[in-house]
């Protein structure tokens, strides 16, 4: 182990405290979104399409406006013609990016199973759903399509006039003729096509809204299920609404679990607040599971045909990636970006690949739109080098672990700038490899799988590295390569006069636990109790400004803007304690929450003691004001790249095709550890997704464009019964730009899984010639690569 595994000591920052938010979540005493009561309150529920593809020749609402407890009903047109923006516009822009207006409620014609058609305001939440039926809508139907590559490829009436070939955009990362002379030089080529299903996120919590308009003051409140909620106020005031900013206030009270779904800045909420706008009252929306199903963003859904190029001693010299990427119906906010920059800039994983080129065709379909899910864009990207990795270790007749090794970026080369793109902050890579394979025992698994061969059993064994791009920043990059916010986050660190100390800050958790890992952050700059530290996330009113929580920036970023504050508000009380002790501010030390003046610690001061006195005493340092709270924006340097080896072994039942899934080791790095035991449930949470897209999930529409994975007994995520005991390691390379040295882990997991268990169950087909099987893989698919009959 080096010596960043022992980091100088720590009173709780490290520590694996219980998490302070469980006991109200787990007692039912939590307050979500549909749990917020407010007197007179309407309940809406939206009438959705039905077919793929069709053009509206008439809506009649009439029969529903006539029912008993309707309070309105309201179609697109009404939307569009109160004269509000009407805009869900999309967060991140590509050159030519084609960018079709994206409406509240469809006007023209619906182009996927659920798009909203029209909104019914009732008394209660069933009258309101009754009514729906009675709404009669006129379609004439047209021919859809819900591949990416057939949408582009074959001659379908496009999806939106704007993008006749249904392209919403044609990216191209790194250097072409870079890459077709390593392939021209290179001994051996070997390739592999891959389609990445879509996945559908499925959080506990199905999204919901609560809109208050208040006419007198014009101002909107808006409770809702949001990983973002400033981005949500400053989309809904622009793009939508047409409301300022200072006149909305967003507020996510607990959210339960979003796995990227909840970033989004959807159609629903925005109507709700329409309605509440239009009718004075408030308004409820909550989606049914099955309309979370094909209105939640999905993830995912790519078509790759990938090559690798290397020599006969194992060494990458380039790779070639093309893939079609579906983004649904419509652009939503990080849909662009996903499979585009996210995805490309990944692609070296934890090699030193000299040649990379990738492009990318984001294609229109009729389906529900696609962005960011866990993992979003580097799942992807590593899957495909690591598919590459065991296919060009079978060209090589190598070891697939040996190959990996040969590759790795090598713990001297950081700053590491890939031929994707990016430089990577810091790793010590063959440090995490050995680590997994040891524990799993690698060279012995191999000696057994090849004893086992011999009495027709057939084990695998799956290794994968990932690197992970996590806490986009800086925002002048962001902004450079067209996303329309930047990447820092910011947060307010306030004393109170007793000595308790508030953190606001703009992240907004689902689940992740940062009101503890956050209090252990500032309690261990502050020197303070963390029962005396509260946390404060997702109320647009209560905190400034934010960014919220996604791409695993939380920790780093978020973080990072809670220890400067901290570290600031510790400056000023030292000050205060410099004046006090009558020293000077530069012999005054600070241990343990105390200050004193060196070598004298007889004499201190608690910082609770300052605190009092910044508010309540008379004699401050001249000139300086009152208080003892600090406001700091964190514009990181370059994102954080936690990296980590996972290993999983399987053994296959040849009669039946089915995988059991024996062992899965996890050695993860995500820098600094904040809460090892947040941290190990983050990486359990994310590997069960993994397995999850390697082995049960994928969303399915019938020839009609129908979904056909639509509910909890169709879409298959796994039961803790699916899973293994995992066994979890860690590393620690601190990043070395981070105020606190930490990286993120919430995707990390996520993103090693589902190559790793692929890995290992073509590895357990190597004696029936399998290179790949696309995920999901069912017994079936199994069984018919052993030769089993269709
Ligand atoms: N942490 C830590 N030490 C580190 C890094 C992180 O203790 N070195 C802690 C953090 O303080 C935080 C948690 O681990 O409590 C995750 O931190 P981070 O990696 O910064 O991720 P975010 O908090 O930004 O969460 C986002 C990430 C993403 S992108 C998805 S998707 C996801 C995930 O987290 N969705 C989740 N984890 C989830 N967990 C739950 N329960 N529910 C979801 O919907």
């Known amino acids: 182990m080096s010596e960043s595994d022992h980091p100088a000591e720590k009173r709780v920052f490290g520590e694996a405290i219980e998490r302070d938010e469980d006991v109200p979540l787990l007692t039912g005493e939590a307050t979500y979104t549909d749990d917020v009561q407010l007197q007179g309150t309407a309940h809406l529920a939206i009438r959705r399409s039905d077919h793929a593809h069709a053009r509206i020749l008439e809506i009649d609402t009439s029969a529903a406006e006539a029912m ?14 109160s004269g509000v923006p009407n805009t869900i516009p999309t967060a991140w822009m590509l050159p030519g990016l084609v960018t079709p207006q994206y409406r509240m409620l469809a006007v023209d014609k619906v182009r996927h199973e659920g798009d909203g058609i029209a909104a019914v305001v009732a008394e209660t939440p069933q009258a309101a759903r009754d009514a729906l039926a009675a709404i009669e809508v ?4 047209l021919e859809h399509v819900t591949d990416p ?12 006039e704007e993008a006749e070939d249904n392209v919403a955009f044609d990216f191209e990362l790194g250097d072409a003729d870079a890459v077709d002379e390593a392939f021209a030089d ?17 959080a ?72 509440s706008m239009q009718l004075g009252r408030p308004v409820k929306w909550k989606a049914s599971r099955m309309e979370g199903y094909v209105t939640d963003c999905h993830g995912r859904d790519h078509t790759t045909s990938a090559e690798i190029a290397v020599d006969d001693d194992g060494s990458v010299r380039g790779i070639r990636v093309e893939t079609h990427a579906g983004l649904g119906a419509q652009l939503s906010q990080f849909a662009t970006a996903t499979p ?8 070296s994983g934890e090699y030193a690949i000299p040649a990379i080129y990738c492009r990318v065709i984001g294609a229109f379909t009729n389906t529900t ?12 990207g590593i899957y495909v080098i690591e598919r590459l990795m065991d296919v060009a270790a079978r060209e090589l007749e190598m070891d697939p672990a040996e190959l990996r090794r040969t590759n790795l970026v090598s713990p001297d080369e950081f700053p590491y700038e890939t031929a994707a793109a990016v430089i990577y902050d810091s790793g010590e890579y063959e440090r995490a490899m050995d680590k997994a394979l ?39 990059l962001a902004g450079d390569l067209g996303a329309q916010a930047g990447g820092w986050e910011s947060s307010i660190v306030r004393f109170d006069s007793t000595g308790t100390v508030t953190v606001l800050v703009g992240t907004a958790d689902q689940g992740q636990g940062h009101r503890t890992t956050f209090a252990q952050i500032a309690a261990e700059e502050l020197g303070v109790d963390v029962d005396d530290i509260d946390v404060v996330e997702g109320d647009t009113d209560q905190i400034p400004q934010g960014l919220g929580t996604y791409g695993s920036r939380s920790a780093s970023v978020g973080g990072g803007a809670i220890a400067r504050g901290a570290r600031e508000v510790r400056e000023k009380a030292r000050e205060i304690a410099a004046h006090q002790l009558e020293a000077s501010v530069d012999d005054i030390e600070f241990d343990d929450g105390e200050f004193h003046v060196a070598g004298a610690p007889d004499r201190s001061y608690h910082i609770q003691e300052i605190a009092a006195e910044a508010y309540l005493g008379h004699d401050l340092p001249e000139e300086m004001d009152p208080g003892l709270e600090a406001t700091n924006f964190y514009d990181p340097e370059n994102f954080t790249f936690p990296f980590g080896t996972h290993v999983a072994v399987v053994e296959i039942q040849p009669e039946t095709g089915e995988i059991d899934l024996e062992r899965y080791v996890a050695v993860d790095d995500c820098g600094e550890i904040i809460n090892p035991m947040i941290v190990e449930g983050q990486v359990h949470g994310g590997i069960a997704q993994g397995i999850g897209a390697a082995l049960y999930e994928g969303a399915a529409y019938d020839d009609d464009g129908h979904l056909l994975t639509r509910r909890m007994d169709e879409y298959a995520v796994p039961h803790s019964t699916y899973v293994p005991d995992f066994e979890t390691d860690h590393t620690v390379t601190p990043s070395p730009h981070n105020p606190i040295g930490v990286k993120g882990v919430g995707e990390s997991a996520t993103i090693a899984a589902a190559p790793t268990v692929v890995s290992a169950v073509v590895d357990a087909l190597e004696p029936f010639d399998v290179d790949h099987l696309d995920m999901p893989i069912t017994p079936e698919a199994v069984w018919q690569a052993m030769g089993g009959e269709e």
Not at 369 to 380: K, M, Q
Not at 471 to 476: I, M, R, T, V, W
Request: proline fraction near 6%; include cysteine.
């Open 68 to 81: 008993d407890d309707v309070v309105a009903v309201y179609t697109g047109a009404d939307v569009e013609d």
């Open 138 to 141: 006129e379609y004439e139907e």
């Open 149 to 160: 590559v057939e949408s582009v490829e074959r001659d379908v009436p496009p999806v939106h």
């Open 186 to 202: 290179a001994d051996r080529v070997a390739s592999v096509d891959l389609r990445q299903p879509r996945l559908i996120p499925n």
């Open 204 to 275: 506990m919590e199905p999204r919901t809204a609560l809109a208050d308009w208040d006419v007198a003051t014009e101002k909107l409140r808006l409770w809702m299920t949001s990983q973002n909620p400033h981005l949500h106020r400053m989309l809904l005031s622009a793009g939508t609404l047409g409301i300022p900013e200072n006149k909305i206030q967003v507020i996510a009270p607990e959210v339960g679990g979003g796995f990227g779904s909840k970033i989004y800045h959807y159609p629903d909420e925005a109507v709700t607040a329409w309605c």
């Open 340 to 347: 585009s920059y996210l995805y490309s800039t990944i692609l």
């Open 369 to 380: 739109p696609v962005d960011a899910y866990r993992g979003a864009g580097r799942s992807e």
């Open 438 to 476: 040891e524990h799993v025992g690698y060279d012995d698994l191999r000696d057994r799988q090849a004893e086992l061969r011999e009495e027709g059993r057939y084990l695998g064994i799956g290794v994968a590295n990932f690197v992970e791009s996590a806490g986009l920043s800086p925002s002048g």
